[in-house]
């Protein structure tokens, strides 16, 4: 059997406590998710870990956007397409092209547009792996003889990216928000993809929504382990039909300590 891991923006700004957007829970995750690697070094023949990537003027950043008073967002709103029409959430760049995603977004029905802290800033030390997953990364790439594969996303600043394969709103002539078929293709090689890191309730839980969608294929190879992610909290409410649906497709879900791999 080939067993290959895709984890999911296990990043300082997701997984430490002084991250800018911390998930609670994540900074556990990442210590289960590093004793899975240590504990199957001779096990795992392919690692692929994603990396939210985010500019500072990004639409779903507060300095995108002000309301009438001319004050930005704080984290955590949610702006709707009826509110930009009325004038209450003005965009301040791309106002056009603003104001098409989030109506595409809400005609989507998956997600609400958001309003996120500043989080994984191009070349920041919030935009890094977590620093106990890199030191079972750099274990595992000692042991083995070869590099894990990183995949990055969110560096449009006109569109969500969640999942890995594809950003929410995938835009015509930008390649880098569209399906990621090469991505798809490589994790195809492996009998097994264990899918973990954070956040269960968006980047996770979008990322398995695509392959069932995309590469059902590929989604019938995925473990789900649940005990390595967490929600956003109070949000956790969004991903749930996600999990309903892989469930219901008998993709298999695990926890890190009952994983024996072969």
């Known amino acids: 059997m080939k067993n290959a ?17 911390f998930v609670s829970g994540a900074d556990a995750d990442v210590q289960r ?28 950043h507060p300095s995108f956007w002000q309301n009438a008073d001319g004050n930005p967002p704080g ?48 070349g920041s030390k919030g935009a890094g792996l977590d620093d106990t997953l890199m030191e ?9 003889g070869q590099n894990y594969h990183t995949a990055v996303k969110g560096t449009n600043p006109l569109t969500e990216h969640f999942g890995i394969f594809q950003a929410n709103i995938p835009i015509a ?24 890191g954070e956040a269960k309730s968006h980047c996770v839980g979008t990322s398995l929504k695509q392959a069932m969608d995309f590469a059902p294929e590929l989604a019938a190879k995925m473990v789900v382990v649940e005990d390595c ?13 996600i999990y309903t649906e892989a469930k219901s497709k008998g993709i298999r879900f695990a926890r890190a300590e009952d994983i024996v791999m072969i």
């Open 5 to 21: 891991l895709l984890i999911i923006d296990a990043q300082h700004d997701f997984c430490h406590p002084d991250g800018a957007l």
């Open 33 to 60: 998710i590093s004793t899975l690697i240590l504990n199957n070094l001779g096990n795992i023949d392919h690692i692929t870990v994603t990396l939210d990537t985010h500019l500072i003027l990004d639409i779903s």
């Open 75 to 122: 984290p955590f709103t949610q702006i709707t397409y009826s509110e930009i029409l009325a004038g209450e959430w003005i965009p301040l760049f791309w106002a056009k092209e603003a104001t098409a995603y989030v109506e595409a977004l809400e005609a989507q029905g998956q997600f609400p547009h958001f309003i996120w802290p500043e989080h994984c800033l191009i």
């Open 136 to 144: 079972a990364l750099r274990a595992w790439t000692h042991h083995t």
């Open 173 to 196: 002539d930008a390649p880098e928000t569209q399906l990621n078929q090469s991505l798809i293709d490589l994790l195809m090689d492996y009998d097994t993809v264990f899918l973990m």
């Open 229 to 241: 992610m967490s929600d956003v909290t109070g949000l956790g409410f969004l991903g749930e039909p």
